[in-house]
């Protein structure tokens, strides 16, 4: 199934993130915390890839087409172009239609720290337009609440989430954010701008205070007050501050969908507690 019909079932649309490991050792697990997630029966699952030739890319179509076969779950394959070639990206693609996955989360990607590689693919609009080009698939896109880290404009951050859109994007997925406010923010300033697709908001768990600091340096999220006080409370307490962290999603959670979003995208880290805490919080677990 296409996830843009999903958007068309009159409800909002709960989706799970989950990524293959990196170890080839470790990849037993990803099969059994998909067995436990998928009894939460979410809409979608979309599965990561790294950029750059990360060994564990080649699990990404993998696993994907595990959830669908396995589980009747749609997924989708996560596909970045950074320091790709276009001959690689049609390999890539040869690959997802194989294994009968009909949907992409096309994204430019950051390559490893201190690797340089030669790109046919400027922007994630680039890629955009080749799977469009290359046949049916449903094509998902990033967004950014508080604008790409490498965009100061706003403005400009808009008009190029509308040329994604008019390059062949079905829906978006937010990256994450802290405060709900500031999507609420961007997804006025999308409508205003032109952009009409389904958006789904992008919600991650603190899990740690190592964890938001990397997040805050890498995705340039803003830490409102509510989750300082958090870092604060439990300083020194790692387990109280994961289980703070994860209730404080699941508020996100809650007002989202109380203000009408089309969809939330729940990023598990392949953690069960944090897919299943969350569901049942917003009253979608069985």
Excluded: W
Excluded at 4 to 21: A, C, D, I, M, T
Excluded at 107 to 121: M, T
Excluded at 135 to 164: N, V
């Amino acid at each position: 199934m296409q996830i843009n019909k999903l958007y068309e079932q009159g409800r909002p649309v709960v989706s799970f993130e989950v990524f293959p490991p990196k170890k080839d050792a470790d990849a037993a697990d990803i099969f059994t915390a998909l067995d436990q997630m998928s009894a939460l029966s979410p809409d979608f699952i979309s599965v990561t890839y790294g950029a750059g030739g990360g060994k564990n890319n080649s699990l990404t179509a993998e696993i994907a087409s595990f959830i669908q076969q396995k589980y009747g779950i749609c997924s989708i394959a996560h596909l970045t172009c950074v320091g790709a070639s276009r001959e690689e990206i049609r390999g890539m693609l040869e690959q997802i239609k194989n294994k009968k996955i009909h949907n992409v989360l096309a994204l430019r990607g950051d390559l490893p720290e201190g690797e340089q590689r030669e790109s046919d693919y400027a922007y994630a609009e680039d890629l955009i337009k080749d799977i469009r080009n290359s046949g049916d698939l449903c094509i998902g896109a990033a967004c950014y609440p508080e604008g790409h880290i490498d965009c100061e404009d706003l403005d400009f951050d808009t008009a190029c989430l509308r040329r994604k859109q008019e390059a062949g994007a079905d829906f978006f997925i937010t990256q994450l954010f802290f405060d709900n406010d500031y999507f609420y923010r961007f997804l006025e300033r999308a409508r205003g701008g032109g952009v009409t697709l389904p958006i789904s908001a992008g919600v991650m768990p603190i899990l740690s205070r190592k964890q938001i600091e990397r997040m805050i340096f890498l995705c340039g999220a803003s830490l409102p007050s509510g989750i300082i006080k958090l870092l604060h409370k439990h300083v020194g307490n790692p387990d109280d501050l994961y289980r703070a962290g994860v209730e404080y999603a699941a508020k996100q959670i809650e007002d989202l969908l109380s203000h009408g979003a089309d969809g939330v995208h729940i990023y598990t880290m392949n953690k069960l507690f944090i897919a299943e805490f969350c569901m049942k919080h917003i009253g979608r677990a069985k």
